[in-house]
């Protein structure tokens, strides 16, 4: 679990999920300080993170030649009910097609993927 908390300043809060504590802002333009990530550069993070443990994973399992990868994400809200991700990977080593092919299928099924492209539900309530 994690938990965000802000007091006045706008709009720098303070996450913590138990063994961590780090932070988000929003950029200038909007009114924050723009001293951390915002909640957006935070979304990427996470989809960026997985799909590249994920595949350092199944790489070093298959004992596939790859030296690093790299993995960018940008989101984009499209209207009010569309959201766009775009996912480039990449890589260094000596790999072939069909290794790469496969890469991008694990990228694909990594777990933020999964929750991402799946059914969500928001459960919300206040204390």
């Known amino acids: 679990m994690t938990t965000a908390s802000i007091a006045k300043e706008h709009y720098r809060l303070t996450l913590r999920n138990g063994n961590h504590e780090f932070y988000a802002d929003e950029p200038k333009e909007v009114g924050g300080g723009d001293t951390a ?3 957006d550069d935070l979304l990427e993070a996470s989809l960026a993170s997985c799909t590249a443990i994920t ?3 199944y ?3 298959k004992q596939w030649n790859v030296d ?3 993995v960018s ?3 984009e809200r499209v209207g ?3 959201t766009v991700f775009t996912r480039k990977i990449s890589f260094t080593g000596e790999m072939e097609a069909e290794q790469k092919e496969r890469l991008l299928q694990i990228a694909k099924a ?3 993927s999964k929750s991402l492209l799946g059914e969500i539900e928001i459960n ?3 204390e």
């Open 68 to 70: 690093s990868i790299e």
């Open 80 to 82: 009010n009910n569309k």
């Open 37 to 39: 990530p915002a909640p």
């Open 73 to 75: 994400v940008s989101v």
């Open 55 to 57: 595949l350092r994973m």
């Open 59 to 61: 790489a070093d399992r």
């Open 124 to 126: 919300s309530s206040v």
């Open 110 to 112: 990594c777990p933020v």
